[in-house]
């Protein structure tokens, strides 16, 4: 059995990008969930999706604001909110050097 050897955390920034990421996320589920049927733009979502996420406020807030923002039914911005909480860490990518860094 291997002992622990360290714990890091990340408080944005320091081991990936946090902004690069949500946009990156924002993207993806503006193709996933075809946003653009709903008459949201790519670029509107993009910048307000990383606006509203790296405030300190809940990510319930965010989707509320969001739908708000939008003009998104409940059930979809509750969809998004959930997927968001399953898969957004998933998707996070290291700053480059990230990996080489941790082996030294």
Same mark, same amino acid.
């Given at each position: 059995?291997?002992?622990? #050897?360290?714990?890091?955390?990340?408080?944005?920034?320091?081991?990936?990008?946090?902004? #690069?990421n949500l946009a990156g996320?924002?993207?993806?589920?503006? +193709?996933?969930? +075809?946003?653009?049927?709903?008459? $949201?733009?790519?670029?509107?979502?993009?910048?307000?999706? $990383?606006?509203?996420?790296?405030? @300190?406020?809940?990510?319930?807030?965010? &989707?509320? @604001?969001? #739908?708000?923002? &939008?003009?998104?039914n409940a059930f979809l911005?509750?969809?998004? @909110?959930?997927?968001?909480?399953?898969?957004?860490?998933?998707?996070? @990518?290291?700053?480059?050097?990230?990996?080489?860094?941790?082996?030294?």
């Open positions: 059995m291997r002992s622990l #050897q360290a714990i890091l955390f990340d408080l944005d920034d320091t081991l990936h990008d946090k902004s #690069q996320f924002a993207q993806e589920q503006f +193709a996933t969930y +075809a946003l653009a049927n709903h008459g $949201v733009e790519l670029s509107q979502w993009t910048s307000q999706y $990383v606006d509203l996420n790296n405030l @300190r406020i809940e990510k319930t807030e965010v &989707f509320v @604001r969001l #739908q708000a923002a &939008f003009k998104l911005a509750n969809t998004l @909110r959930e997927d968001f909480d399953t898969n957004s860490g998933a998707a996070t @990518r290291p700053l480059p050097g990230l990996h080489a860094l941790l082996q030294r």
